[in-house]
């Protein structure tokens, strides 16, 4: 199984300042992912990055997908990148081990 993981940074692409909250990200998300019926984490995160115009400190966000299609998270990746108009998102992948107990 693989496991895919949504880096998102919150800071608008216009503007350069953070626009929405974690709790406005996580209602687009859990609406994205309900439509679709997909289920995810979404997990809280700061740091820094080097970018075109400089070095970036922001906070952004993690979001795990399991069991899902690599087309579907693309997807989920364009409509978050769209919707929250962040400059760039980073799609992760991995195989992973699933066990029921």
Same mark, same amino acid.
């Given at each position: 199984?693989?496991?895919?993981?949504?880096?998102?940074?919150? @800071?608008?692409?216009?503007?350069?300042k953070e626009?929405?909250?974690?709790?406005?990200?996580?209602?687009?998300?859990?609406?994205?992912?309900?439509?679709?019926?997909?289920?995810?984490?979404?997990? &809280? /995160?700061?740091?820094?990055?080097?970018? @075109? /115009?400089?070095?970036?400190?922001? @906070?952004?966000?993690?979001?795990?997908?399991? *069991?899902?299609?690599?087309? /579907?998270?693309?997807?989920?990746?364009?409509?978050?990148?769209?919707?929250? *108009? &962040?400059? &760039?998102?980073?799609? &992760?992948?991995?195989?992973?081990?699933?066990?029921?107990?």
């Open positions: 199984m693989k496991k895919y993981e949504i880096y998102v940074g919150l @800071n608008d692409k216009d503007t350069g626009k929405l909250t974690s709790d406005d990200f996580a209602r687009i998300l859990s609406e994205i992912c309900a439509n679709r019926k997909i289920g995810f984490t979404m997990s &809280t /995160q700061f740091g820094g990055y080097a970018h @075109n /115009q400089g070095y970036v400190v922001e @906070n952004s966000l993690k979001v795990t997908l399991l *069991n899902i299609e690599e087309e /579907q998270v693309e997807e989920i990746g364009r409509i978050l990148k769209e919707r929250i *108009n &962040t400059d &760039t998102i980073m799609i &992760t992948s991995e195989d992973c081990m699933f066990y029921y107990r």
